[in-house]
């Protein structure tokens, strides 16, 4: 039972536009959301999260969006840039519950010059 | 934040022989712990994970094992490796809610080849 999905397996953008990665979970329980970003052979990097309480959160080019009732999250990243190529990871996790932190399984993003 | 030791960085093991992949932490107490592996072209599979010492939940019934014998190490074991167990394994280490720093920070992972 895959509780998080993420549906597009890759996504390609022009430098400088928006990309935008979808990301949808099955368990309301869930009430912690990050978004990890990986190269080939490395660990995943820590991106962005949001708690359930918010709707909203923004770090710098990297804005996180969650609409609880779609069961829905999605990163923005504006401007796009080349150095953002990589495969993006969704997880999810209910804190203070089971504490087992869920993966999606990822969207390759390619950003073009 | 937590750093996250994990080794060796590429192992080649032969079909039969047994796995042992050790993961430790540094720079918190307490902390959730998680044993992940990539397959080739997949996403990030949860396999084990330990929110204290002594305590594991398995996620998916396969011939590893997993192990937490003191509050920052975990350590990942099999007795007879498969050719399926072939992939990319990654640790990673979470606070529990309440403390600081709640993302989970990740090892740089073990590519492992059962030849």
């Known amino acids: 039972d895959q509780q998080v999905k993420q549906n597009s397996p890759s996504l390609s953008v022009q430098e400088g536009r928006i990309s935008i990665l979808n990301c949808d979970y099955t368990?309301?329980?869930?009430?912690?959301f990050l978004w990890y970003k990986k190269y080939p052979a490395e660990g995943p990097t820590f991106l962005i999260s949001?708690?359930?309480?918010?709707d909203k959160n923004e770090d710098g080019r990297f804005t996180v969006f969650l609409n609880k009732s779609a069961k829905h999250l999605s990163l923005h990243i504006v401007p796009s840039q080349p150095g953002d190529s990589a495969v993006y990871f969704c997880?999810?996790?209910?804190?203070?519950?089971?504490?087992?932190?869920?993966f999606g399984k990822g969207t390759k993003l390619t950003v073009n010059p | 934040s937590q750093t996250i030791h994990q080794w060796p960085a590429t192992l080649v093991q032969p079909v039969g022989s047994p796995l042992s992949l050790e993961c430790t932490v540094e720079?918190?107490?307490?902390?959730?712990l998680y044993w992940y592996r990539q397959a080739a072209g997949r996403g990030l599979q949860l396999l084990f994970y330990?929110?204290?010492?002594?305590?594991i939940s398995s996620e998916v019934p396969q011939n590893l094992s997993a192990s937490r014998p003191q509050d920052r190490q975990f350590i990942l074991s099999s007795k007879k490796l498969l050719l399926s167990d072939s992939g990319f394994y990654l640790c990673?280490?979470?606070?529990?809610?309440?403390?600081?720093?709640?993302?989970?920070?990740f090892g740089q992972g073990t590519r492992l080849t059962v030849v």
């Open positions: 720079g918190t107490s307490n902390p959730n």
């Open positions: 990673a280490c979470r606070n529990k809610v309440g403390q600081a720093n709640t993302e989970a920070f």
């Open positions: 997880a999810a996790i209910t804190q203070g519950g089971s504490e087992k932190l869920v």
């Open positions: 368990n309301s329980m869930f009430d912690y």
């Open positions: 330990s929110v204290g010492i002594g305590q």
């Open positions: 949001i708690s359930s309480i918010k």
